[in-house]
């Protein structure tokens, strides 16, 4: 046997590229999985300062870490790198994409988009995603989850507006099957993971973001990629891909090994002798590198293969995803109104939404949801010290009765009241709370090369009135809180940052429309398949991590049955 050759070399470990590869190696495929990213078992995400400045991903500047940090005119985006891409730095949320968003817009004539799947096409494969992935929603009105302030605020916020509110299954462990949920409780599975470690239950610590070190995220090493492994699939990490081409009735690959001693140090990442290719061929190549990372392969590569559509590269769009800011919220008291304790630190960072109708079902615009964001603890402590003039004064105040005692020869010995006196105003760390809202954009985007760099042209100008109404809508839920300041701060800048980065490699139903076929194909070159964000037509409106999942579940059945 070629020790170098398989029946699929797929490239990239997130929501596509995972279920590839488990779906190939149940059927008996002999699968290589290559992911740039390093590994992360629990307890091995960065926690202290020194560690998070080393935690993004730029191999010529030595750092190997997570996140990868993207600038581009008009946006930013943030993505992962890592063995579990982007289920890695997710907020979990486990939504099916609206059945009537769908669209089938007229493309010849002015439409943005053109599904060429629908929701009764994906709902088998929604649900072999949902049970893959364990979604559970978050038991908020049981004890001790029944103190998470957030959710109860952002709940009554909704009503108060009118919105519907929505609990949606999570990608988070709160509690073995059949048992009560408890925090912190060791999870029981079928079969050990891939890292060989114990995960524990949900402990409520909002760091799901920044990786979980408890295992309690449902991350994709968790279940598709440990299931990949066991059943046969070679999965190797720091294996970045530079380039692959049609061979032979399939495809070579070409990739970089980082060496994990090189951490710390930069590297010519172009030099051969420091970096030298290696070569995987495969009869099926799958791309699944993420919407960034795909395409950017896809140029870099093109004259490899001449007869891509012309689409490659079109149809971007991030999304909708809009960030907005609830500071020092408060509610109505005894005439007056008090600090709101919403305590954006405990729980997982999302567990709850509204959805706002779009046009299409019974609303008006382009419909979008808005979530109860959330973050690490330690954000909260950040806060608390920068309360500016109040907690200078404090402290001053403190240090004053404390100076004056030792003069009097009367030192106070107990503490306890002046230290608390010092963090008695946490109306900004307590009362605040950050509002992701996310839907229906328009795909309007280009991704090119510009001096052999990825850069993406696209602008809020057309997605304007959707910005528009889901920043009023986001507002209006900030002002329901209480919030005495609000603020959308890239917004202001001009500037937009997503998470959920979209298209370049829409399908389509021919090449005159899109880069792969309903069924993830690239037109032109059978065998070559698509399976991540770029290959969506249009935004998914919620959360894309289920749909993609759910796609890529629909090709695996078309590769599995050829």
Request: proline share 7%; glycine share 12%.
């Amino acid at each position: 046997m070629d020790e170098s050759h398989f029946d699929a070399v797929i490239v990239g470990s997130g929501f596509g590229g995972s279920v590839m590869a488990y779906r190939l190696a149940e059927a008996g495929r002999r699968v290589c999985l290559l992911e740039r990213g390093k590994s992360y078992p629990p307890g091995s995400f960065p926690r202290s300062p020194h560690a998070m400045a080393r935690n993004f991903w730029d191999p010529s500047e030595g750092l190997y870490g997570m996140f990868n940090i993207w600038s581009f005119r008009g946006l930013g985006a943030v993505v992962s790198s890592g063995l579990g891409g982007g289920s890695l730095i997710y907020a979990n949320v486990l939504l099916r994409k609206d059945e009537r968003w769908f669209v089938k817009e007229d493309l010849a004539s002015g439409g943005y988009e053109y599904w060429p799947v629908t929701r009764a096409d994906l709902e088998p494969h929604y649900d072999r995603a949902e049970k893959m992935l364990n979604g559970q929603r978050y038991p908020f009105e049981q004890p001790p989850y029944d103190a998470t302030s957030k959710t109860s605020a952002f709940k009554a916020a909704a009503e108060q507006l009118g919105h519907e509110w929505i609990l949606p299954k999570l990608a988070v462990t709160f509690a073995n099957e059949g048992e009560t949920p408890v925090p912190g409780e060791p999870i029981r599975e079928e079969h050990p993971n891939m890292h060989g470690r114990t995960r524990y239950t949900c402990r409520l610590v909002g760091e799901c973001d920044i990786g979980c070190n408890y295992g309690a995220k449902n991350t994709l090493d968790y279940n598709y990629l440990s299931e990949a492994k066991r059943l046969g699939a070679e999965i190797r990490s720091r294996c970045e891909v530079r380039a692959f081409e049609p061979r032979d009735g399939g495809y070579a690959v070409h990739y970089v090994e980082h060496d994990p001693a090189r951490e710390g140090v930069r590297t010519k990442t172009r030099d051969r002798s420091a970096l030298p290719l290696r070569t995987l061929t495969g009869d099926r190549l799958i791309l699944a590198a993420g919407t960034l990372g795909t395409t950017f392969l896809l140029l870099k590569n093109r004259g490899a293969f001449p007869n891509l559509s012309a689409r490659l590269g079109t149809r971007f769009g991030g999304n909708g995803d809009l960030l907005t800011f609830a500071f020092k919220s408060s509610q109505a008291a005894g005439g007056g109104r008090v600090p709101r304790v919403i305590d954006p630190g405990r729980g997982p960072v999302i567990t709850s939404a509204i959805r706002v109708p779009d046009q299409l079902d019974g609303g008006e615009g382009r419909g979008f949801y808005v979530q109860d964001a959330g973050y690490p603890e330690f954000v909260n402590w950040i806060l608390q010290a920068t309360q500016g003039p109040g907690a200078l004064l404090r402290w001053r105040r403190v240090a004053a009765r404390l100076v004056w005692g030792l003069l009097r020869r009367e030192p106070e010995t107990d503490l306890s009241a002046e230290i608390a006196e010092l963090l008695s105003d946490t109306a900004l760390s307590a009362g605040s709370l950050p509002l992701l809202g996310m839907g229906r954009d328009i795909p309007d985007g280009r991704m090119m090369l510009r001096d052999g760099k990825l850069d993406v042209d696209w602008r809020k100008g057309k997605s304007g009135p959707f910005f528009d109404r889901l920043r009023s809508v986001s507002e209006d839920i900030a002002h329901a809180l209480g919030a005495k300041f609000v603020a959308n701060p890239t917004w202001y800048l001009g500037r937009l940052i997503t998470v959920h980065p979209l298209g370049g490699c829409p399908m389509g139903r021919n090449e005159e429309e899109g880069v792969v076929d309903p069924h993830g194909e690239v037109f032109n070159y059978p065998g070559l398949t698509i399976a991540d964000g770029s290959m969506m037509p249009g935004p998914v409106g919620p959360n894309p991590s289920l749909t993609i999942a759910a796609l890529a579940d629909r090709f695996a059945d078309r590769i599995v049955e050829s």
